[in-house]
Structures are given as structure tokens and as C-alpha cells.
């Protein structure tokens, strides 16, 4: 069993910044792919940023210079540092991750998702 455990979410003015963490445990053998979603209300959920294993990212172009995603493999934890903070960024943040699981099991995994609020 996997579970992913997201946290750093919470209430900031515009132009403030959050960082979001989260760590995935259980019965893992690699993670190839891991990321952020967010869904806002009355809207489908949406990529924000993914990061491989080897490093690569994808932003959305609504994010692009504004937030920057990391991960640390050997705690299985993936971040996303969101700078410059508006209104419109208020959303839920999940988190994403593509875990391997078996010797050529993959499954998709979501965390609970944590809230993140703009305002003044």
C-alpha cells in the first residue's frame, strides 16, 4: 500500500509565497513521475508541475516563472515553491505520483489534496 501525505498548504496574501510538500510511503520501488494538480472551485482539475526522477519538469503556462517543482528521491518527497501568489492561484493542491510498484507494476497515486487560499 501507498499512501501520499501532502502538507504546507494554508492562507497567504497576494504576492506571498507557500511551499507544499509531499512524501510518498509504502512498498516502493521507484518513482518515475511525480507532480501537482489543482482543482479550484466549479472547475476540473488541472496540472501545475511534474518532475521525473531524472530531474525533468512541465509547467503549466499559467505557473511558468512563478512556482518551481524539486523532489528529493531518496526521501520520496516531491515540493512545489509557489512565489508571487494570486487570487487566481487559490485552489485545492494534490499531489501526483507514479509509482512502480512491483517489477513492472505502475499505479497512479493522489494524496488528499491541501488548500491554498490567496487573498487579502
Known amino acids: 500500500q501507498v499512501q501520499l501525505v501532502e502538507s504546507g498548504g494554508g492562507l497567504v496574501q497576494p504576492g506571498g509565497s507557500l511551499r507544499l510538500s509531499c512524501a510518498a510511503s509504502?512498498?516502493?520501488?521507484?518513482?518515475?513521475?511525480m507532480g501537482w494538480y489543482r482543482q479550484a472551485p466549479g472547475k476540473q482539475r488541472e496540472l501545475v508541475a511534474t518532475i521525473t526522477s531524472g530531474g525533468s519538469t512541465n509547467y503549466a503556462d499559467s505557473v511558468k516563472g512563478g512556482f518551481a517543482i524539486s523532489r528529493d528521491n531518496a526521501k520520496n518527497t516531491v515540493y512545489l515553491q509557489m512565489n508571487n501568489l494570486k487570487p487566481e492561484d487559490t485552489a485545492v493542491y494534490y499531489c501526483?505520483?507514479?509509482?512502480?510498484?512491483?517489477?513492472?507494476?505502475?499505479?497512479?497515486?493522489w494524496g488528499q489534496g491541501t488548500q491554498v487560499t490567496v487573498s487579502s
Open positions: 509504502g512498498t516502493i520501488f521507484s518513482i518515475p513521475n
Open positions: 501526483y505520483a507514479r509509482i512502480r510498484v512491483g517489477l513492472i507494476a505502475h499505479n497512479d497515486y
